[in-house]
């Protein structure tokens, strides 16, 4: 890639990256610090979505350097391996940690007087190993060999005077020749089976999870308007507009579900199909300025998901917005004295 096209194309990560990754820092960190000053909320469940917090945290901090991962640099074996894997491994830890918070609060929705019964709940250390454990091992695999890795000097030569040559040349070589791609570290089949056998299944998992609890939601809200309705002719009166403002609140609860969907998964959908197809058909997508735009609103806009189910809770933010609020009447009081 010519230098100037590279640092354009650096400085167009720089500006899209840098905004939202600062949102997400300092987001998480309000609501870690809310959660933290709350001793109502130190229960099993609000440590999940902790855990959660702490990977879009991570998630937050690194993902300027994701869409760079499309970019070749001048690295050698072991600082390649580390900028590849490192923010690999945090988001699929965030991936795995939003699906175990998705179902933790299904099971509770699902079976409201079991659900301190279950494994996630009984067994808290294991659950939280299961989000992490996973994700590092199978990031780490390319470590362990399983990577495109070809040294400069790794040419040797047993039966031709041509390759010593070659390979005394190669062990000249200086380390600036050793190109640090996603090529050489993530193989195809690594690739296909993360998106295949991890990412879409865990999409998938959330969007039934939402669907299944959407569904008995309203079952439970067609009950509650029977009832009303045997109330209210038991007591002949008029049809009370109760009814009516349950629908409603239905309806804004369907509405809000649809548009976190678009806003926050499809981005994200749209750029793991463009790198499936750049893949299957061999065109190189990596460079260009579109397949970038993807890739920052696309990881980004999924790391906007925990910042909306923690900002939504009024729990969460009671504290900060506390101190906040003395803060600014204190600096008022300050003016007026």
């Not at 720089?14 to 820092?25: E, Q």
């Not at 009370?240 to 649809?258: F, G, I, M, P, T």
């Not at 998901?305 to 809770?313: K, M, V």
């Amino acid at each position: 890639m010519d230098p100037l096209d590279k640092l354009s194309r650096e400085k167009l990560i720089f500006y899209l990256t840098v905004p939202l990754s600062s949102i997400i820092i300092f987001s998480n960190l309000f609501i870690i610090i809310g959660i933290a000053c709350n001793r109502q909320l130190h229960n099993t469940p609000n440590y999940f979505f902790l855990s959660l917090l702490v990977a879009d945290l991570c998630t937050g901090i690194t993902l300027p350097f994701i869409p760079r991962m499309t970019l070749d640099q001048q690295l050698d074996f072991k600082h390649c391996l580390v900028m590849y894997i490192f923010p690999n491994f945090l988001f699929l830890s965030f991936l795995f940690n939003l699906v175990m918070v998705h179902y933790e609060r299904y099971l509770c929705i699902v079976s409201p007087l079991h659900h301190s019964q279950f494994w996630v709940h009984r067994c808290f250390p294991l659950a939280l190993l299961t989000v992490w454990l996973p994700p590092l091992l199978y990031a780490s695999l390319p470590a362990f060999g399983w990577n495109n890795w070809v040294e400069p000097n790794a040419y040797k030569s047993s039966d031709s005077n041509k390759t010593f040559l070659r390979s005394t040349a190669s062990r000249n070589s200086s380390k600036e020749d050793e190109v640090c791609s996603y090529k050489q570290v993530f193989p195809k089949a690594f690739i296909f089976l993360e998106v295949c056998g991890l990412v879409l299944p865990a999409m998938l998992s959330i969007v039934a999870m939402m669907g299944r609890v959407l569904w008995i939601t309203r079952k439970q809200l067609q009950n509650i308007c029977k009832l009303h309705r045997a109330v209210d002719r038991l007591q002949q009166q008029q049809p009370s507009d109760h009814e009516q403002q349950l629908n409603l609140r239905y309806a804004k609860c369907v509405a809000a579900v649809s548009l976190t969907f678009l806003v926050c998964w499809v981005p994200y959908i749209m750029y793991q199909l463009m790198s499936v197809t750049a893949l299957q058909t061999g065109v190189s997508l990596q460079s260009s300025s579109l397949y970038i735009i993807m890739s920052c609103t696309g990881i980004g806009s999924m790391a906007v998901i925990p910042l909306i189910l923690g900002l939504a809770n009024k729990q969460y933010t009671e504290p900060i917005s506390r101190l906040m609020l003395k803060l600014r009447n204190r600096w008022r009081g300050g003016q007026n004295n």
